[in-house]
């Protein structure tokens, strides 16, 4: 079953599912793409945790964060192995059976063709009520039960399925930032800094020190819902500072 | 006040403070170098989050994960500006004050000379009671509150904390590491996997699917605390696989 149907949320969480992120043998490459694919869409990512290939760890992590955000995305622990065991746990957090779904069958049946085995066919299980997003030609469609969606491991592959995000979910209001490089260091501007992020409680101000960056000591950026008032927080401190500490500046245009 | 003794913890948790990170500006650098020098003096990290600048957040994350493992480590928000607020958070979170440390006042007017100001001395405020870890002549030693250990943001520096780390910490046991590549799908071996994985219950297999790579289709990891019971375990799955299939392989030797 494909729903088409937009899905309306303001915040998320994502939740890494890998031993071999806390192991330290990968480093994680999944979470910029989709904290930035939520920006672009209005989402607010509000937390990200990673925990182990245990189905009650999972469970735990996913029922925490499901009452805190409004959708979450998963990574990780949905192949055909031992250790992939995150749609198990989707299903014990929803509590319900897992299920083979036709659909999933027939499209693995399409990748597979004649070598298609039961193993292969073990990756049409999933939690029972569960959706599948993305077109009908796609052989790994997410798999979404409730308020979450499971996205695969492998970075080629997750980054594909933003391209399935991007397209049904929707956030409630763009972001819009603006940012400036300076060659002061963060104390030097401090008091600027304070009295920008008192005057713009709406916009968020943050200030990343750079040690070893030969052409800037310090980014600061601006980021909010309202354009205009992005665009005065960056003027202000503009205002307040020599035009010879500022190496580049950036006004906030497009939404990102 | 400087403490030589070394540390003992079976678990570690990591907390990444930074709403840089869940905005997707930056891509964190730090979780992977902590998670593989915990590895190498045999503490097993057990949860990673990732939080926003915010003191309540991280005293909530600080209190969960204190109580979850033996040993937390942050990273990022200790700068001088207003959205640093990671020791704040400490502190709340341990229900004392912020107080300026004499210690680290010295370090910090030996770096800024007669340049040192009242903002850079922001930086000596600490959660009273800290420990600070590291050599005299260190600028920046580690901050530690109870088994809170605060490390900074910015990836340079956080890797140069862990060298400190290295120093004073010590896990119960060494974690030994084999691993080998195959040109079978995980499909493939899925019936071998399973039966190592059952018999070497007290080894971790881990299967790692490649599917844009052209030497290998899946890497096959084995981890324990036992060296020769991973090598056995390698083996046992070696046996029961054609020689053909094996790009490489490597049994552990020194602890990882």
Known sequence: MTSPAPVHARTAGFLLIGNEILTGKIQDANLQPLAHTLRTIGVKLQA???????VQNIVLELDRMRSAVDIVFTSGGIGPTHDDVTLEAVACAFGVGLVSNPDLSLRLSRVYGKDLTDTHLLMARVPEGSVLLGNDDLAWPIVCQGNV???PGIPELFRSKLTIVRQYLRGPSSFYSAWVMLTLDESAIKRELDAVAAEYADVEVGSYPKWFDPHYKTKVTFDGTEQQRVNLALER???HLPKSAVVQSQAAACPT
Chains 1, 2 share one sequence.
């Not at 990200?48 to 245990?54: E, G, I, M, N, R």
């Open 48 to 54: 990200c945790s990673v925990v182990s290939d245990q």
């Open 149 to 151: 969606w499971t996205l």
């Open 237 to 239: 401190l503009l205002d």
